[in-house]
């Protein structure tokens, strides 16, 4: 035992001495791969096509259920952009050229009224025309685009046998055209007078009426409208002085309770004031159309 004791001791080899990597641990995270089957059924392997698009469908259903499609931002923004462009081509024309537009059109009559006054605003009032401006705009979104283009472009050229085309059957004539609508309106019973009834569908009657309910209602803008001709000249202290007479006697008609009496003295003091309106819109519209020293209609 002692010399097995005393003898050299056998060195067996140590496994981590001769190979190293053997300390070393590796944490670096491996990744989980899930079911490669399970991921073909939620996405598609490739680019969706037109067909597969869902907002397509959306689209689609909308439609057939009969729901507009809503239009986007800068859709929205061109068709503003054209119909204003629209309203100052027209304001370049004639008034009897912009009547028959709008009429083939199938536009209002409140359209035509705001491209008169546009008309009627100096090259000084530029904050007062684009906002007009916009404003026609806004009216002749509603026009078919197609429709107001060929029009436009007609009355440019002068092609009177285009605007008859795109009139249809309408028969009007084509140098000299008259409004045909004549807007009768009877308030409270009052009868209109023969005067008033020979040029009752004249441009300068409805300006002139217009203006009148404006002024008696007291209606900011048809007042600055007013005031703010320039290129006619008129007594505004006769204006002012007329207006308050007919707004003096509505109030009194207001509180008294008789009818008859009250009803013909409203019609008497209605009258100078209506002449005086249809005074100033005659000589208005004769110089946007011809010029000054001009007359629209030979009735008074």
Known sequence: MAAVAAGPLRHYPVPWLQFPSLLTLSFTPRPIFFSSSRARVLRPSGPLTAEDDPADDDDAAAVSAGAPVKKSRNELKREARRAVRWGMELANFSLPQIQRVLR??????????????????????????????????????????DLMDALIQASKDGDNSRLLALA?????????????????????????????????GSDDYVVAMRWFDGLISRDPLITNEVYSVHNADFDRQELRKLVRKVQSVQAGQ??????????????????PLILFL?????????????????????CS
């Open 168 to 200: 249809g059957q309408e028969s009007w004539s084509i140098e000299n055209e008259e409004e045909g609508e004549e807007e009768e309106e009877e308030k409270g019973g009052e009868e209109i007078p023969n005067e008033e009834k020979s040029c009752q």
């Open 254 to 271: 207001q509180a008294d309770s008789s009818g008859a009496e009250s009803n013909a003295m409203l019609t008497r003091v209605k009258k």
């Open 278 to 298: 249809r005074s100033l819109a005659k000589k208005t519209l004769a110089d946007v159309l011809f010029g000054p020293s001009s007359h629209l209609c030979s």
């Open 104 to 145: 083939v059109a199938s536009l209002e009559r409140e359209v035509f009224e705001a491209l008169t006054l546009v008309k009627r605003l100096g090259p000084d009032v530029r904050e007062g025309r684009r906002r007009q401006f916009n404003y026609i705009g806004r009216l002749l979104r509603k026009a078919q685009p």
